[in-house]
């Protein structure tokens, strides 16, 4: 049975400036935006309607209001306008990651008890419909990794620079004028917007729901001219990687960092605001999934098949997490590193199980070495204050 969609809109920006226009030109879905709550009343927009309000009341209160699509940009005032609307008997599709990645435990026992629909392929890896995949399509038992580029602004500088020369500043400047970057663009660069990423993707894909502060992240602000010409002389790209990985004993591990790739890896090609995933199973080894990952249509686009599939009362129903033990995450494990650092004081605050290879001049010195992941996430909270650069090998 198909429903008819009455839609609240949270947020007029980029993403939901965009569903107004995909949406209007849509053809197959019966939904139509009524109210749009959005912040600061007095910004100049581009669409004139009837329909703006700043009381988010008027649209969770309103009981022909049957969907809410929560666009905004700040995941704690999110979290009350998701949750509330869920509790009101009101299904909900939300792009917003951070906030998906630090409330979905409870959020999911809201929908369930409410018998209401929390979609959200939108929040990872913009158009790419990852998450309805990997709920849908691949069993647990197959899947042995998944590793991608999940942040298109952070791609897009790496892309900037490393193709073009451009610098980090402009590169970012651009990325945020074009509608890529966060509001805080912090999440982009040091890796949180692809942990939180990761994060939504390992439930949809495992069943296990890790928290924020349990993976390790780090990022490409302090990427130097001596890394770049470093990875350039191997024929190497540095790209901002998310991975998670079934490891032999049956647990898996995760982390977000830059990774040194090479260009026979599929990720070697994906440049500009494009996100790559890679897929790899028991018996098909890899699979590779490509396309747009930030921006206002691409974005938008996922948001429509969402609200699509709420059109048709589709609801994720986290097979993984409810009906087999999903498996147990840990960070005992090693990873390759390439570590660039200035002063020994700066190194000495990583405990390496391994060196293979040292190089000291008189501006910086790298090693290339293993590393337990626990030990790096022990100074996780402590590389943006180091000029260290790291990068997986
Ligand atoms: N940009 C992208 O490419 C992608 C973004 N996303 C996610 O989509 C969401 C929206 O991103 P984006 O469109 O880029 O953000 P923007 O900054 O462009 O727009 C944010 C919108 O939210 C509104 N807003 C902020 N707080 C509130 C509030 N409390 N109540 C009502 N409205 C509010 C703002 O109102 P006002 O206009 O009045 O200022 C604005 O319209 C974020 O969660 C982002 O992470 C996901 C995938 C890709
Ligand atoms: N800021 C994000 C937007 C999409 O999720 C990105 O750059 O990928």
Known sequence: MKT??????????????????????????????????????????????????TDANEIINDEDINL??????????AYHIVKASLLKGKSVVSGNKKMLAEHLEELIEIQKKHN????????????????????????????????????GSSNFIL?????????????????????????NPTFDVEGYDSMFKLIIITLHAFGTLVKPEDIFNCGIPNLAPCDIQYAKEKGLKI???????????????????PKLVSPDEYIYSVENEYNGVIIEGEYYEKQFMFG?????????????????????????????????????????TEVKIYLR?????AFSHFEFENITEKYSSKDYSYVIGTIKLSSLQKVKYLLPKLDVFIAAV
Request: contains cysteine; glycine residues 6%; negative net charge.
């Open 4 to 53: 008819k969609l009455n839609i609240g809109l949270f947020g007029f920006g980029v993403v939901g400036e965009g569903l107004y226009h995909v949406l209007k030109n849509s053809r197959t879905v019966d939904a139509t935006i009524k109210k749009v709550c959005i912040k600061h009343p007095d910004k100049k927009r581009n669409v004139s309607e009837n329909f703006y309000t």
């Open 68 to 77: 809410v699509v929560e666009l905004i940009d700040n995941a704690d005032e």
């Open 116 to 151: 209401v629909s929390l979609l959200y392929d939108a929040s990872a890896c913009g158009s790419i419909p990852v998450i309805r995949n990997l709920e849908e399509y691949y069993d647990n038992d197959l899947l042995k990794s998944i590793t991608g580029i999940l942040n």
């Open 159 to 183: 892309t900037k620079i490393f193709n073009e020369g451009g610098d980090y500043d402009s590169a970012l400047k651009l990325a945020q004028d074009l509608g890529f970057a966060e509001s």
């Open 239 to 257: 790209k901002l990687v998310a991975q998670v990985t079934k490891l032999d004993n049956g647990s898996f591990t995760m982390f977000v960092m």
């Open 292 to 332: 747009k990952g930030a921006g206002a249509f691409p974005t938008a686009s996922s948001v429509l098949s969402d609200i699509t599939a709420r059109a048709h009362n589709y609801k994720y129903e986290y097979k993984k997490h409810t009906l087999f033990t999903p498996p147990t995450y840990t960070t005992d």
């Open 341 to 345: 650092y200035r002063d020994s004081l």
